[in-house]
């Protein structure tokens, strides 16, 4: 496969991820399409490029870990461990139905594939420094990568864990932010202003990387540089849209951030991000 | 003649050094306060797997959560009212949730951590960490035992919440002591009354039973180092077999050892029953004993629940 065939193929696995989301959420009638549909790229180039996993054996020791710290776009995540092969897509429909491993915040009991439990925006990172630390501790090369919301910048522990990761030059780490500029509340900027972002990571000591989080080849790019970058954390600042790939959600993220499509938007979406066949019945 | 005495914290920082010699897979976190929860002494060893986190307790906990999920056996430490409370969300999502092995080992619980005034004597801590599903609590009775419940974390799998105090405490186990998680112990028999309690209020609950044989009242003493799973079966036998239970906590009447054992009681075997302990309120700064005695923590206050208790079993 060449390059550009790759990139190509990533991305139409974003768009089956995406298809993924809306008929998730809409089966589920709750859920969080929104900064689901803004991470699909990024997921889609950490799962079908980046990360050294294998979903026949998901404790292989070797293996890079990922932590969503933004627990609630477990949408994107369950779709990407479905069409990776950890589980069946047809498993995907049971989001958040009584007895389903699809916790509708992510549970790490409850599914293979999973690195740690999250939900309670703010604590992923610390807990991605833990794994980076005892990767080196173990002298294993795996990599740790943790994704943040913007939004969920606003916790304090981010910070925290931001001086950890800097503290112990964890360069087998790289955090990524999706940057969607809204929160549940409103855009971030008028409910309590992240700015200067960047900044803020550079002063906590980090090597900053600011990409279009849409866009695949960035995307692998970005990561790449990443991994170069040796005794400092990196962060790559992933500009997206929130609701990414459906245009009413794009035009109102605030109506689609923990809301889900109804029948009749499911199929207005499914036609926009389609190529595939809507769901039959 | 005075009884020996101990630092839970000592014995907690010593048994650490010594596992970590026999164990490679442990690691072990504070936050700030490493010279007074006694981490220390595991840190000058082994430097490589000790994490001084910053005055961050939050970070900690979760920080501990990954070390956990690849393996390690994750000891965090701090004061008992930051570890339960600045960090109850962390242990709560991180450790408890995820089943990870996190061992969550505090100092200065209770009021007996005197001169810092109520912002650092943990009250509540017991109860705000039972609540939580998965986690087992545990308030070791004296130095003796704590060396035998560090031993036993580091062999159990699992969250476990472990309060210690920060002053010197009473020797109860002279001849040694092998602790199981959610055993209770009978230390005095006794067929009348049976007064249940843990940490330091063990070593006052045998005095207390002492005191009162001159009053022809036979109590039973049961020590009840786990709080969760609480030992429901022994609590029954004692309800069913003295008729009368008095519980005795270094921790708020509520939610606590108390709590725990009168939810068993109602449940199972109705007796007459009090508990000993701070009555809802903050505490101030003075010095430990003087702390004991303003807010009832005393053997006296033990021994008035006893005659209360037996008052109403008539």
Same mark, same amino acid.
């Given at each position: 496969?060449?390059?550009?065939?790759?990139?190509?193929?990533?991305?139409?696995?974003?768009?089956?991820?995406?298809?993924?989301?809306?008929?998730?959420?809409?089966?589920?009638?709750?859920?969080?399409?929104?900064?689901?549909?803004?991470?699909?790229?990024?997921?889609?180039?950490?799962?079908?490029?980046?990360?050294?996993?294998?979903?026949?054996?998901?404790?292989?020791?070797?293996?890079?870990?990922?932590?969503?710290?933004?627990?609630?776009?477990?949408?994107?995540?369950?779709?990407?461990?479905?069409?990776?092969?950890?589980?069946?897509?047809?498993?995907?429909?049971?989001?958040?139905?009584?007895?389903?491993?699809?916790?509708?915040?992510?549970?790490?009991?409850?599914?293979?594939?999973?690195?740690?439990?999250?939900?309670?925006?703010?604590?992923?990172?610390?807990?991605?420094?833990?794994?980076?630390?005892?990767?080196?501790?173990?002298?294993?090369?795996?990599?740790?990568?943790?994704?943040?919301?913007?939004?969920?910048?606003?916790?304090?522990?981010?910070?925290?864990?931001?001086?950890?990761?800097?503290?112990?030059?964890?360069?087998?780490?790289?955090?990524?932010?999706?940057?969607?500029?809204?929160?549940?509340?409103?855009?971030?900027?008028?409910?309590?202003?992240?700015?200067?972002?960047?900044?803020?990571?550079?002063?906590?000591?980090?090597?900053?990387?600011?990409?279009?989080?849409?866009?695949?080849?960035?995307?692998?790019?970005?990561?790449?540089?990443?991994?170069?970058?040796?005794?400092?954390?990196?962060?790559?600042?992933?500009?997206?849209?929130?609701?990414?790939?459906?245009?009413?959600?794009?035009?109102?993220?605030?109506?689609?951030?923990?809301?889900?499509?109804?029948?009749?938007?499911?199929?207005?979406?499914?036609?926009?991000?389609?190529?595939?066949?809507?769901?039959?019945? | 003649?005075?009884?020996?005495?101990?630092?839970?914290?000592?014995?907690? $920082?010593?048994?650490?050094?010594?596992?970590?010699?026999?164990?490679?897979?442990?690691?072990?976190?504070?936050?700030?306060?490493?010279?007074?929860?006694?981490?220390?002494?595991?840190?000058?060893?082994?430097?490589?797997?000790?994490?001084?986190?910053?005055?961050?307790?939050?970070?900690?906990?979760?920080?501990?959560?990954?070390?956990?999920?690849?393996?390690?056996?994750?000891?965090?430490?701090?004061?008992?009212?930051?570890?339960?409370?600045?960090?109850?969300?962390?242990?709560?999502?991180?450790?408890?949730?995820?089943?990870?092995?996190?061992?969550?080992?505090?100092?200065?619980? $209770?009021?007996?951590?005197?001169?810092?005034?109520?912002?650092?004597?943990?009250?509540?801590?017991?109860?705000?960490?039972?609540?939580?599903?998965?986690?087992?609590?545990?308030?070791?009775?004296?130095?003796?035992?704590?060396?035998?419940?560090?031993?036993?974390?580091?062999?159990?799998?699992?969250?476990?919440?472990?309060?210690?105090?920060?002053?010197?405490?009473?020797?109860?186990?002279?001849?040694?002591?092998?602790?199981?998680? $959610?055993?209770?112990?009978?230390?005095?028999?006794?067929?009348?009354?049976?007064?249940?309690?843990?940490?330091?209020?063990?070593?006052?609950?045998?005095?207390?039973?002492?005191?009162?044989?001159?009053?022809?009242?036979?109590?039973?003493?049961?020590?009840?180092?786990?709080?969760?799973?609480?030992?429901?079966?022994?609590?029954?036998?004692?309800?069913?077999?003295?008729?009368?239970?008095?519980?005795?906590?270094?921790?708020?009447?509520?939610?606590?050892?108390?709590?725990?054992?009168?939810?068993?009681?109602?449940?199972?075997?109705?007796?007459?029953?009090?508990?000993?302990?701070?009555?809802?309120?903050?505490?101030?700064?003075?010095?430990?004993?003087?702390?004991?005695?303003?807010?009832?923590?005393?053997?006296?206050?033990?021994?008035?629940?006893?005659?209360?208790?037996?008052?109403?079993?008539?």
């Amino acid at each position: 496969m060449t390059a550009k065939e790759k990139i190509k193929a990533i991305e139409e696995i974003a768009r089956k991820l995406r298809q993924h989301i809306i008929q998730m959420t809409c089966a589920a009638a709750s859920g969080h399409p929104g900064g689901s549909l803004s991470a699909a790229d990024i997921i889609a180039v950490l799962y079908f490029h980046q990360l050294r996993h294998d979903p026949k054996n998901p404790t292989w020791a070797d293996r890079d870990r990922f932590v969503m710290s933004k627990g609630h776009a477990a949408p994107v995540l369950y779709a990407a461990l479905a069409e990776a092969g950890y589980f069946s897509v047809d498993y995907l429909k049971t989001l958040r139905k009584l007895g389903s491993s699809l916790q509708g915040h992510i549970d790490m009991l409850s599914l293979p594939g999973i690195e740690m439990s999250t939900g309670s925006l703010g604590q992923g990172l610390s807990a991605a420094n833990g794994m980076a630390l005892a990767g080196r501790l173990d002298k294993k090369d795996y990599h740790v990568y943790c994704l943040m919301g913007d939004g969920e910048c606003h916790e304090g522990q981010i910070w925290e864990a931001a001086m950890t990761s800097f503290h112990y030059k964890l360069d087998n780490l790289t955090a990524i932010v999706d940057h969607n500029k809204y929160q549940i509340d409103g855009k971030i900027e008028d409910i309590k202003n992240i700015q200067p972002f960047a900044d803020k990571w550079t002063a906590f000591g980090w090597h900053v990387i600011q990409c279009n989080g849409h866009k695949v080849e960035d995307l692998t790019k970005a990561f790449e540089k990443a991994k170069r970058v040796k005794r400092q954390p990196t962060v790559i600042i992933a500009d997206t849209v929130k609701g990414k790939g459906v245009s009413f959600m794009e035009e109102k993220p605030l109506d689609y951030h923990g809301k889900a499509p109804t029948k009749e938007e499911e199929q207005r979406a499914l036609q926009q991000l389609c190529r595939i066949e809507a769901p039959k019945k | 003649m005075s009884k020996k005495e101990i630092a839970t914290r000592d014995v907690y $920082g010593q048994t650490l050094l010594e596992l970590g010699k026999e164990n490679p897979n442990i690691v072990v976190l504070d936050a700030d306060l490493a010279c007074s929860t006694k981490t220390a002494m595991f840190g000058k060893a082994f430097p490589n797997r000790f994490f001084d986190m910053g005055i961050a307790e939050q970070d900690m906990i979760s920080t501990a959560a990954g070390l956990a999920a690849c393996g390690k056996i994750a000891f965090a430490s701090t004061f008992a009212v930051f570890g339960s409370g600045r960090a109850w969300d962390q242990v709560r999502m991180m450790a408890a949730y995820t089943r990870l092995n996190v061992k969550i080992v505090v100092t200065h619980g $209770g009021i007996t951590t005197g001169e810092d005034g109520a912002s650092h004597q943990a009250n509540e801590d017991i109860a705000i960490m039972r609540a939580i599903p998965n986690m087992t609590v545990i308030v070791p009775t004296d130095g003796v035992q704590t060396a035998s419940v560090i031993r036993e974390a580091a062999n159990f799998y699992g969250p476990m919440y472990i309060r210690l105090s920060r002053g010197k405490t009473p020797v109860v186990y002279e001849n040694g002591c092998e602790f199981k998680v $959610g055993k209770g112990t009978i230390l005095k028999e006794g067929t009348d009354l049976t007064i249940i309690a843990c940490g330091i209020m063990v070593e006052k609950a045998l005095n207390a039973a002492d005191a009162l044989k001159k009053e022809n009242v036979n109590c039973r003493v049961i020590d009840m180092p786990t709080i969760k799973p609480i030992d429901k079966e022994l609590i029954i036998k004692c309800a069913e077999e003295t008729g009368a239970i008095v519980t005795a906590e270094e921790h708020s009447i509520i939610g606590g050892l108390g709590g725990a054992v009168a939810e068993v009681i109602v449940e199972n075997c109705v007796v007459p029953m009090a508990r000993v302990g701070v009555r809802d309120t903050f505490g101030e700064s003075g010095k430990p004993e003087e702390l004991l005695v303003k807010y009832g923590l005393t053997e006296s206050e033990i021994m008035a629940a006893v005659r209360h208790v037996l008052a109403r079993k008539k």
